[in-house]
């Protein structure tokens, strides 16, 4: 059984998709499929609430870049918040808060896109 | 009973869905070493980090193949090795990479060697005879980067 799981909920502004559970190279096909789900409903401005993610290797950080480009062309974002510190540790590591919204709570993010903020720039 | 060296070994089936475990492995002995919890976070993701790539990469997904690992706690340092019987690491292929860059191109890999790298102290691969190791070091002290 898998230990990862993802639960959609809709907001005005965005679609929020809670992650829980361990991240990694067996698990990231699912976080995959969830973000595939969204882009091909249209739903486009998503939020990653990292609340309950106990766990991130460099396979679950891969679905981000894999999708961030197209998100981003159709018009929308992935914003990423809640993550516990550990999380973000391995986010920072790398470099991902220079090139992704990363903030706080959800409702910070979700202010983000009412207030129609712009990704952070690619260059 | 020799108390300055310890090592711990496992040996699992080239399967993601082990990894899990791999990590459990990791967590359970190091702490029961007394191995301070920043060091034991680096060195579960360093370690899942090399598994995956023997899984992914040098056994391209065969499920008959084995990952033995070998994990040794030192007063000073762990020292981790991974072993395969798969296609070697191509060392002079390998280029830092870059996130924005790999966002831009859409791909998803390439991030794993990275992080073993900046986590680790010290990071060798040995290939003899079919058989390839990575073996990597991280000391016990402080530190001011890479999960402190």
């Not at chain 1, 959609?8 to 699912?30: K, Q, Y």
């Not at chain 2, 040996?11 to 967590?27: D, G, H, I, K, Y």
């Not at chain 2, 993701?45 to 030192?74: F, R």
């Not at chain 2, 060697?113 to 986590?119: A, K, N, P, Q």
Request: with cysteine; glycine share 6%.
């Amino acid at each position: 059984m898998s230990n990862f799981s993802v639960a959609f909920r809709n907001a005005d502004a965005a679609t929020i998709l809670a992650v829980c559970g361990e991240l990694d190279a067996h698990t990231a096909p699912e976080l995959e499929s969830a973000i595939k789900k969204c882009r091909d409903e249209g739903k486009i401005n998503l939020i990653i609430n990292g609340h309950d993610l106990d766990y991130i290797s460099s396979a679950g950080l891969g679905v981000f870049m894999a999708f961030i480009e197209e998100i981003r062309t159709l018009g929308g974002d992935i914003k990423i918040c809640a993550l516990r510190s550990k999380i973000f540790d391995v986010f920072d590591l790398l470099g991902f808060p220079k090139i992704y919204h990363i903030v706080e709570t959800e409702e910070e993010a979700l202010s983000l896109f009412e207030r129609g903020i712009q990704p952070i720039p690619g260059d | 009973m020799d108390q300055a060296s310890i090592t711990y070994t496992l040996v699992v089936p080239s399967e993601t869905r082990q990894l899990a475990q791999v990590r459990n492995f990791v967590t359970k002995y190091a702490r029961q070493a007394n191995v301070a919890e920043e060091h034991i976070d680096a060195l579960r993701l360093a370690i899942d980090e090399a598994c995956a790539n023997v899984i992914e990469h040098a056994y391209q997904g065969n499920p008959e193949k084995e990952v033995h690992l070998a994990m040794t706690i030192e007063p000073t340092r762990i020292i981790v090795r991974i072993r395969d019987h798969g296609c070697p690491f191509d060392r002079t292929a390998y280029r830092r990479p870059d996130v924005r860059e790999l966002s831009r191109k859409r791909k998803s890999g390439g991030l794993g060697v990275d992080i073993i790298r900046r986590l680790m102290d010290k990071v060798e691969y040995h290939n003899q005879e079919g058989t390839n190791e990575i073996r990597f070091v991280r000391f016990r002290q402080s530190r001011q980067d890479g999960f402190r």
